[in-house]
């Protein structure tokens, strides 16, 4: 009998949803990246019990009378089940925990920043390190092993005992980050007696011994080509589920192998990153996908439990224990068995056509004399038609729901989030804004303002009364924004001069119910973002010069002298932001605009936006990518890898500013956050441009690299040091015996006042016939210099 695979159903907003059941199996338990967890009756509780616990949950675990929850806030915390008050702190990481696993002497939880703690239950906790990645998943076996997958691709095998490493398999899927990952590698072992390890490689799922670490099975399905993600053994060891990142699922009985057919999904699946088998060992399991939607699997294998109190039933009635019309047992069996529901409490409106009431079925069919066959007869039959009726239902219901992708809110670069107490406004080359509140005390709202030269201007502290949330600073001038909500006078937005004698403060408040959702400045303009989509511009002095509208939802604004960037979603995203960028000109009244396409990572979202020093525009995305764009040839370069700069899977970088005309940029390295903190203020560093080039550490990756810098980017030595590196990558090419090498850049460069210098060298070097072969190319060069001129 193949099994039965539910419609998925809303559970959480789009994004990361784990899924388990209780202890009993009685209740299930989501939690999403929304912060909530619920609490279900079953997957068709239409009204779960929800607790908002943080802005994101990544992990969760039901042990007893307690719960374990990981959050954003980096800790693993307690709470009591099911009231679900707080009872302590587990454990706390200087990254979110993506991973809880337990058995009955040791609990164990795995970070985004590669470390894994365990506590065991009767001594101290200690730490797992080694690890080059974010810990994916993990679980602990009977006898006392923990496996745990990580983003470098390997799945490790620990001891806890003895605290020792005592196997690592390699070749699963690299990952650097664990958020918007769908593949875990989830391992899991043999529940009963712990002797065998599984997990998902690529489109199989490998089987190994515990004890003497060799491979016993490698599970496959014929029909299922995507990558398999998480894997879980059944209670009792007789069933391997496994699903994938298209959505697929696969169950195989373990000892012999054989597939268990099943139905497929009703409508377009998406990857499933969540399931649990009932602790029952029912033949049911629990599901939820990317999507933060919750479903099941029913009818797996026959329930060792069905029947059962059905057949007690019999039993007390033989013996005259049981009376055959006692309602409320009569009403457990037909929920528990024919509704799949809570037992019925009150009777059920007897004119609606659409309910099936226990109290009517028993009235109409049964008698005082009735027997055991009349009940089962009975109860056989409103099972079928009620099974009849939900087949039709779910026909009927089925739809093709078109797979959904979130979109990048707006955001100010080099800021951070605004539920901070302390954060930043704006952080640029000229100086930080930074905004100061307590939740406990409303009076303490402070901004202060700090210049990174303080011979030109002094530090600002102001009293935020008016909650002003978004800020711009440049050379001649401060600009912020606030909302509506305060004494409902509108959105306002408030300047300070920094350059300026008599009334250095002016201000404008929007209109209607517009709020300002964004602020850049300029030593020359303002600009101001609002939810209508408009763009106001403003002179320093608090001039109106223009209102432009975006062309679609804004991300990010920057601005830089006579000129501003916008970044706006050009189309609903995919599995990529779909940006373009508009490049304003605004000289006197005359204006001018470029659009152009953003460049991404595939999969990431834009971090930062910004003009370098030179006044070319600047993106940095998720994935770690400076990005530069160069006007001429209308194209972006990438300038710097992140990954260069991070020490662990966890670190991020904040930009501050780039300098081209130095080639260097000046970040942040948030060690375990994604963030850097105020106090103790952060130490900025420089990092030098290094495109992408194969083999950069080699001396001719690394020339090759200096070459492309110094002919694209506007830096102060550039032609100086072009011809530098042209001549050192010429001689390079001789050496390794490449004259066509060495002619063909030459002839790439097409310098005139290069050609006699290669000449020289190679007759030098007694590469005559190259000389001589350059010779040539010297005329040709000096005439399309001319004609260019």
Known sequence: ??????????????????????????RIISIGQDGDIRIWDGVYDEDPTTSCLA????????????????????????????????????????????????????????????????????????????????????????????????????????????????????????????????????????????????????????????????????????????????????????????????????????????????????SEPHPIIGLAWHPKNNGELVICDDQGQVGEVKDVFESLDDGNDLMEMAEREANGDMELDNDMDVEDIYSKYVAGEKPVEDESDDDDENTISVNKLKSQYMVPEADDDLLVDMLGKAKAEDHDDEDSRSVASAKVVAKSFRMQEYFQPGSTPVNFENRYMCYNHVGIIRAHRSVSDEKENSIEVEFHDSSKHHGIHLNNYLNHNVAGLSETVVAMGCGSEVENKGSKLVCINLVSFGNREWSCTMPGTEEIIGVVAS???????????????????????????????????????????????????????????????????????????????????????????KGSPVTYDSAGILRIYHATANMWFPILDADKYKAGASDNLFIVTVAESLQQVQLIVCRGAKYPLTNPRPLPMNATFSQPLCDV???????????????????????????????????????????????????????????????????KIKRYHLAESLAPLLPTFQQQMFLTE
């Not at 159903?9 to 990361?16: D, T």
């Not at 009231?83 to 809880?100: P, Q, W």
């Not at 003497?212 to 007789?238: M, T, Y």
Request: with cysteine.
């Open 55 to 266: 802005e994101s949950i990544w992990a969760v675990l039901h042990s007893g009378s307690r719960i374990l929850v990981a959050t954003d806030l980096n800790t693993v915390q307690a709470y009591k089940y099911p009231e679900l008050e707080k009872d302590g702190i587990e454990f706390r990481f200087t990254a979110f925990v993506t991973s809880l696993a337990r058995n009955e002497r040791f609990l164990a939880a795995g970070s985004e920043d590669g470390t894994i703690k365990v506590k065991p239950v009767d001594g101290e906790e200690f730490e797992l390190g080694g690890l080059d990645g974010p810990v994916l998943s993990m679980d602990v076996s009977r006898k006392d092993l923990l496996a745990a997958s990580c983003g470098d691709g390997q799945l490790r095998i620990w001891k806890l005992n003895g605290k020792d490493l005592v196997q690592t398999f390699g070749g699963l899927r690299k990952v650097k980050s664990f958020e918007g990952n769908v593949l875990y590698g989830t391992p899991a072992f043999e529940p009963s007696r712990g002797h065998l390890l599984a997990y998902p490689k690529d489109q199989g799922i490998v089987v190994v011994d515990t004890s003497s670490w060799e491979q016993r099975k490698v599970l496959k399905h014929p029909k299922i080509s995507a990558n398999f993600s998480r894997c879980a053994f059944s209670p009792r060891g007789d069933y391997l589920a496994a699903v994938t990142e298209k959505g697929d699922i696969a169950i195989w009985e373990y000892k012999t192998e054989q597939l268990i057919e099943g139905e497929v999904a009703a």
């Open 523 to 613: 030593d020359k303009i303002v600009v101001v973002a609002t939810d209508e989509r408009f763009l106001r511009v403003f002179t320093t002095r608090g001039t109106q010069r223009e209102v432009l509208s975006a062309p679609g939802p804004l991300v990010a604004m920057a601005a830089f002298g006579d000129h501003f960037l916008v970044a706006y979603h050009r189309s609903p995203a995919n599995e990529d932001q779909q940006l373009n960028l508009m490049i304003v000109t605004c000289v006197k009244y005359k204006l001018r605009c470029r659009d152009i396409p953003l460049c991404l990572s595939p999969g990431a979202e834009l971090c930062w936006l910004g003009y370098s020093d």
């Open 697 to 763: 550490e080699g001396e001719k990756g690394a020339l090759e690299d200096v070459l492309m810098r110094s002919v694209y980017i506007k830096s102060d030595e550039a032609e100086t040091v072009l011809k530098e590196t042209a001549i050192k990558l010429f001689a390079l090419a001789c050496r390794s015996e490449t004259e066509q090498r060495a002619k063909e850049l030459v002839e790439t460069i097409g310098s005139s006042q290069l050609v006699p210098i290669f000449m020289k060298y190679a007759s």
């Open 1 to 26: 009998m193949p099994f039965k695979r539910s419609n998925m159903r809303y559970g959480h907003i789009i994004g990361y949803t784990g899924v388990t059941y209780q202890d009993d199996g009685d």
